[in-house]
């Protein structure tokens, strides 16, 4: 056995090319707003901030267990704290982002200290039922326009930090440079996102993670805390989700209880983003995104029926192919663009 | 006296909710399934006896007999073809089935009858009212609390004397068990949806009946529904009528300190029960 060295490696061939592809396409997106129409942008934009959702309600529900239908709480609260904080405090929007995140989080101690309160399934309808409190609680806010909701401030617009920086480098008005700073932002919060999971489920937490979605009964013989991992979970995506949902209505400017909380927006697109590209991988809900966006595209004409097709997409791949489209892919090649999965490999 | 007659009028709208509750409590009790396409499905039946009561002139209450095997049906065959290929010890699949169910059929709905909101013409009921002293109570809200203390007593009945309650209380106690004894999970499970959707069905007569709806009410009843099977205490029927009864007081008592409270209220009781007592006030499953 002499000159025989065991190394533990996550790598593979199809990790190192995606990674490579992944940084030509990330100079790409960084390059974009130079030379793409504002639509294209505004549509990169939405892209990017659905992609961050679905990544964090698949670390909750694909790693994590945690089936929430209630992550329009996350999004509305931490929009309204953005909108709250540069109404009454004259709080920078950019910076509100991080108000966005921290409020999220807070609301997350006591959404989770009920919500773990219900086993299973009945966890997913109890996030709800606290989405909606928090819903009706922000429509008796009158400071931010209670039930009709409010516009962001002009000089709160106007403010934001890069802005001007945006308009004189790319010669455009103050509303396209805003487009393009929220898009950058969008693109930051994506990567940061993406990055952040894959980095985090490679961890020794990672590993724990896991093996509580695989087994919960054989993680915890072998000493993983699930309780503590559920909470270390919920209150992660919480954090990226009130951020998320500040910058959507960042870009948006304007905001309304019944946006900002709307479940079909920020919960149900999400969950068949993730459902459709392939739930419990990090690849799922980028082809989940790409997906969704092409349909909604295709079907924008349809109204209901692009619903419809969506719900009824969800319904059948859940039944066929529980692994989503990724599921199939990967399923069939073995291809995995962001492994885990730890390998020994003898070294002669 | 205005209190003891919005406490009175709570009790009546708490029926109502019962009323959403019990198929929901009844199907969690047997297969352990939550279905969030639950309070749409309560909507499609009120469209259902809509359409009746419009094409064909029934009266409201011969509509809702018209549409109880309709529904059964759909229940039974939405079971069999699709939600028994989903249960088992993974929670995700049955959830997020469901739940892709609930906006089909709402969009559907949408397409199908527009988005505005319609009501269930029930002549001269809609208005009539019994004076009992200085309060009046509606006829309707009387009725939909007595059809529920009858729904419940009937539930009761099958799960505790008759063989397709047994067959019940066993599939859901142990189904491997239960099959080993000539009992067919798959069928007991159909069964057990499509009564479900009778209780649906009768819970969609009187919501038809008592305020206007639209494609989009669905979700708030499931939630309703959801809340009171959770304060009653998972498995216990009785305590699925006491919850429903819990959240229609909370919201008539809400409602009169504060119009704008009323919906809040009733959540707020929900989160104060599940504070207090986490297993709901009357328990009896243990999971």
Not at chain 1, 148 to 159: E, F, I, K, Y
Not at chain 2, 262 to 276: K, M, P, Y
Request: net charge positive.
């Amino acid at each position: 056995m002499a000159g025989q060295t065991y190394t533990v490696s996550t790598r593979t061939a199809a990790s190192q090319i995606a990674a490579v592809v992944a940084l030509v396409l990330l100079v790409v997106a960084i390059a974009l707003p130079a030379f793409a129409s504002r639509s294209l942008i505004q549509d990169m934009f939405f892209i990017l901030t659905m992609l961050t959702l679905a990544q964090f309600w698949n670390l909750l529900a694909g790693y994590g267990g945690l089936v929430s239908v209630g992550q329009q709480a996350f999004v509305g609260f931490g929009a309204y704290m953005l909108f709250g904080g540069a109404i009454l405090w004259g709080v920078n929007p950019v910076a509100g982002l991080l108000l966005s995140g921290v409020f999220a989080l807070i609301l997350a101690i006591p959404t989770a200290f009920f919500a773990f309160r219900l086993q299973g399934a009945y966890f997913a309808i109890g996030t709800w039922v606290v989405a909606e409190v928090v819903r009706l609680s922000v429509a008796q806010w009158k400071a931010v326009g209670g039930g009709t909701g409010t516009s962001l401030p002009r000089d709160a617009r106007d403010a934001m930090w890069g802005v001007e920086w945006i308009e004189a480098a790319f010669d455009t008005r103050s509303s396209a440079a805003r487009d393009i700073l929220a898009y950058w932002l969008a693109l930051a919060l994506a990567v940061a996102t993406i990055g952040g999971i894959y980095w985090f489920l490679r961890t020794k937490r990672g590993l724990a993670l896991a093996a509580l979605r695989d087994n919960v009964d054989a993680a915890r013989s072998v000493g993983v805390d699930s309780a503590r991992m559920k909470w270390v979970v919920f209150l992660v995506a919480a954090f990226g989700t009130g951020i998320a949902g500040g910058l959507i209505f960042l870009q948006n400017g304007r905001i309304s209880p019944d946006s900002a909380f709307s479940v079909i927006d920020w919960t149900a697109f999400v969950i068949f983003i993730v459902v459709i590209g392939g739930i419990g991988t990090i690849e799922g809900p980028i082809i989940g995104v790409l997906v969704f966006f092409a349909l909604q595209t295709l079907l924008a004409d349809f109204g209901a029926w692009y619903l419809m097709v969506l719900g009824g997409l969800g319904i059948a791949v859940m039944l066929f192919a529980p692994g989503g489209l990724w599921g199939l892919v990967s399923g069939r090649t073995g291809i995995q663009l962001f492994p885990i999965r730890r390998r020994l490999e003898r070294r002669e | 006296m205005i209190w003891v007659d919005t406490v009175l009028q709570g009790v009546l709208l708490g029926g109502l909710y019962a009323l959403f509750a019990l198929g929901l409590s009844l199907v969690f009790g047997i297969m352990r399934l939550v279905n969030l396409a639950h309070g749409d499905l309560i909507v499609f039946a009120a469209y259902l006896i809509l359409l009746l009561v419009t094409l064909l002139g029934l009266g409201p209450f011969m509509a809702a007999i018209v549409a109880l095997p309709i529904m059964f049906a759909l229940g039974w065959a939405l079971q069999r073809v699709v939600l028994n290929r989903v249960l088992g010890t993974d929670i995700l699949p049955p959830l997020l089935v469901t739940f892709g169910l609930s906006v089909v059929l709402q969009n559907a709905l949408l397409e199908g009858f527009s988005a505005d909101s319609r009501r269930i013409p029930a002549g001269w009921l809609e208005t009539a009212s019994l004076p009992i002293g200085p309060i009046s109570l509606g006829v309707m809200p009387l009725l939909t609390f007595l059809s529920a203390i009858a729904v419940t007593l009937a539930l009761q009945w099958v799960f505790y004397r008759t063989s397709l309650g047994r067959a019940f209380r066993a599939t859901s106690d142990d189904p491997v068990t239960a099959s080993l004894m000539g009992v067919k999970p798959a069928s007991v499970f159909a069964k057990a949806t499509g009564i479900a959707m009778i209780v649906v069905t009768i819970a969609a007569l009187y919501l038809g009946t008592r305020a206007n709806f639209d494609p989009t009410t669905g979700p708030a009843r499931l939630i309703y529904a959801f809340e009171a099977v959770i304060i009653g205490g998972l498995g216990s029927l009785w305590g699925t009528l006491a919850g429903g009864i819990i959240i229609g007081v909370a919201q008539t008592v809400g409602a009169q300190i504060n119009p704008e409270w009323q919906i809040l209220a009733g959540h707020v009781a929900f989160l104060v029960v599940l504070l207090i007592r986490p297993r709901g006030l009357f328990p009896r499953a243990f999971d």
